[in-house]
């Protein structure tokens, strides 16, 4: 218990601290800040609170984006493990094109997808799903192909199909590297979002009103819109990582010390 | 014996990297002398500068990329007007992440170009910067359309995508939508418009934010005949806020009062060249960047120089700020909900060095 408690203390404490030093203008005197170009903790409350109904709906905008891109996205990533699994002749080229996908920046996609999606939200679940897509399939199928040599000689010794081999060995063993994929996606997917809004037609969204405000001097407001996107990602990687904790209770990584 | 051997390669490579430096400082610091040796030379022969000093270094931010927009300072820098005043000047050009408020703001450079709008809307947070030229007399935004959408007048903005730049650029259009009684929120929908006019051509939205002098020529030169297109003016709407000016921070100027002085004197010189010979000016653009055709730039530059010599206006007073023009920029960024509070003009502008460098 003790230990739990200094582990949420010592962090806890710390952040306390950084925004005390934030507030009472330390790195505007390390950073040679003025309060207009870096706003100060309690200004930037003061002026989310004024316009917290229009910073959650951008924000639920953005992170509805950055959910429905990431699902699609990571589906297809696994399927292409799957099929990389299944068929490795060809299929492993699959992967290799994805990865390349990886490369495209999001400044490159973002135009692509404004032609093929006249809204907004197509545009930002489109960016989503490719950034999404290369994670999910490399880490799945190691997930789905790194199996222990002697468990797969034990199916061999009970004569299972490659049918079963898959659904009670190869499945279960890449729940973990799902998992990871999907913290690596659900951060991704939030920075895509937001990068992609940069560059999109519309005017709402998390992205757009960063961009917007910091350009016009409204600086309090953009920190406000940067606040509520640091927070949309945390959240959103603590609901993974307690789906984590349930789904794949059995492995070395969540065994309680 | 292994150890010591790589300590030795390490060491040789080190002195060899050392001695390098050393030598590329010295080739430098030769071709430096020569150079200021050469301005030395050019300054002594024209009598306007009398000392023979090294050339004050000047930075100029851009408010976007190098086009004739700014044809005055290119002319200015080619025909050597700013090394006559004993100034070695950079321009920096600028881009969609670049906001000169904030480069001059901050030391990257010294004396910015950007509208007076948005300069505005950065004086009023606390930012210590001043306007001290005006170089367009005229708003250049237009928000352009197909004459088959229909939009004759600012009200037939009502249920129209309607695309801005934002970022700063909005402000104009802000004004003219609450104009013509219209909620900016709920009447029509306002969509980001990126760095080309294909939203316009291919019909994602109705109507399109425009520069006489670039966007406007860009849709032209797509193919769009001038027929087929109507275009709403700021200025005959009554909404026209100042654009392009010159504004440095104020900290920066009390120490630089001379060069600034200067600088105007060269800048006005280059623009007054520009504007006579607009043809010229696009081709001196053109040599330095690249990015657009030649047709284009020099489109431009005629536009242009009817924003800094409308007709009717004195070419000898290029810069000039009209304070009731100011004001009025002021008064409309108040009464359209752009500035929280009335804008203080006569701390937001000082004419007092342009004064001095118009005076022949």
């Known amino acids: ?257 | 014996m292994k150890k010591y051997l790589s300590l030795l390669l390490c060491m040789a490579l080190f002195l060899s990297l050392a001695l390098a430096g050393c030598g590329s400082n010295g080739d430098t610091a030769a071709s430096g002398s020569s150079t200021a040796g050469s301005s030395a030379s050019t300054s002594g022969s024209s009598e306007s500068t009398a000392s023979t000093a090294a050339p004050d270094k000047i930075t100029l931010q851009l408010k976007w990329l190098p086009q004739s927009q700014f044809m005055g300072y290119y002319v200015a820098q080619e025909k050597g007007y700013y090394k006559e005043q004993g100034i070695d000047i950079e321009i920096l050009p600028g881009g969609s992440d670049i906001i000169p408020e904030q480069q001059v703001y901050n030391g990257v450079a010294d004396i910015g170009v950007t509208w007076v709008s948005s300069l505005m809307k950065y004086q009023g947070q606390g930012w210590d910067l001043v306007e001290t030229a005006q170089i367009f007399q005229k708003s250049a935004l237009l928000l352009v359309s197909k004459t088959k959408a229909g939009i004759k007048t600012p009200a037939d903005l009502k249920g129209k995508k309607v695309g801005s730049w934002f970022g700063g650029n909005e402000y104009e259009l802000y004004a003219m939508i609450e104009s013509a009684g219209l909620n900016r929120d709920k009447d029509l929908k306002l969509v980001q418009q990126d760095y080309t006019m294909d939203q316009l051509i291919n019909d994602e939205i109705e109507a399109a934010s425009a520069m006489t002098y670039n966007e406007y020529g860009l849709l032209l030169e797509s193919g769009i005949p001038e027929a087929e297109l109507s275009k709403l003016d700021m200025n005959e709407h009554n909404v026209a806020m100042l654009e392009d000016c010159l504004f440095v921070n104020s900290e920066w100027l009390a120490k630089n009062e001379d060069v600034f002085v200067r600088f105007l004197k060269a800048s006005i010189k280059g623009w007054e060249e520009a504007c006579k010979d607009p043809e010229a000016a696009g081709n001196i653009v053109f040599n330095v960047d690249k990015s657009v055709s030649l047709e284009h730039q020099v489109y431009m530059a005629k536009e242009v120089a009817k924003l800094v010599v409308p007709e009717g206006f004195d070419a000898a007073k290029i810069g000039y700020i009209d304070n009731k023009a100011i004001q009025q920029t002021a008064d409309y960024a108040l009464k359209y909900g752009l500035l929280t509070k009335a804008a203080d003009i006569s701390k937001c502008v000082n004419s007092k060095y342009w004064e001095q460098a118009a005076a022949k």
Not at chain 1, 31 to 37: E, N, W
Not at chain 1, 153 to 171: C, E, G, H, I, P
């Open chain 1, 1 to 257: 218990m003790t230990d739990k408690l200094k582990s949420t203390l010592w962090p806890l404490s710390i952040g306390v601290l950084t925004l005390l030093i934030w507030q009472l203008g330390g790195f505007h005197a390390l950073l040679d800040l003025k309060p207009f170009q870096l706003p100060v903790p309690t200004g930037i409350a003061s002026t989310l609170a004024q316009n917290l109904t229009k910073a959650l709906r951008d924000c639920g905008i953005t992170v509805s984006g950055a959910i429905v891109g990431m699902i699609i996205g990571s589906s297809i990533g696994f399927l292409i493990a799957v099929v990389a699994t299944v068929f490795p002749k060809w299929g492993y080229g699959g992967l290799t094109v994805v990865s390349a996908f990886n490369a495209i920046p999001i400044v490159a996609l973002s135009p692509i997808m404004n032609r093929w999606f006249s809204t907004g939200m197509g545009q930002k679940i489109g960016v989503v799903t490719v950034v999404t897509m290369a994670a999910m399939a490399i880490n799945a199928y190691r997930g789905l192909t790194d199996l222990k040599p002697f468990s797969l000689d034990l199916m061999k010794s009970y004569a299972a199909n490659r049918r079963t081999v898959f659904f009670r060995l190869r499945l279960p063993n890449c729940l973990p590297s799902v998992f990871t994929a999907l913290k690596i996606n659900i951060t991704s997917s939030m920075i895509a979002a937001i990068v992609s809004e940069y560059f999109a037609t519309s005017t709402s969204g998390l992205g757009f009103g960063i961009k917007d405000n910091l350009r016009k001097a409204e600086m309090a407001m953009g920190w406000s819109y940067i606040t509520i996107a640091a927070l949309a990602g945390i959240v959103l990687y603590l609901i993974i990582s307690m789906v984590e904790r349930r789904a794949v209770k059995w492995h070395a990584s969540q065994r309680i010390k």
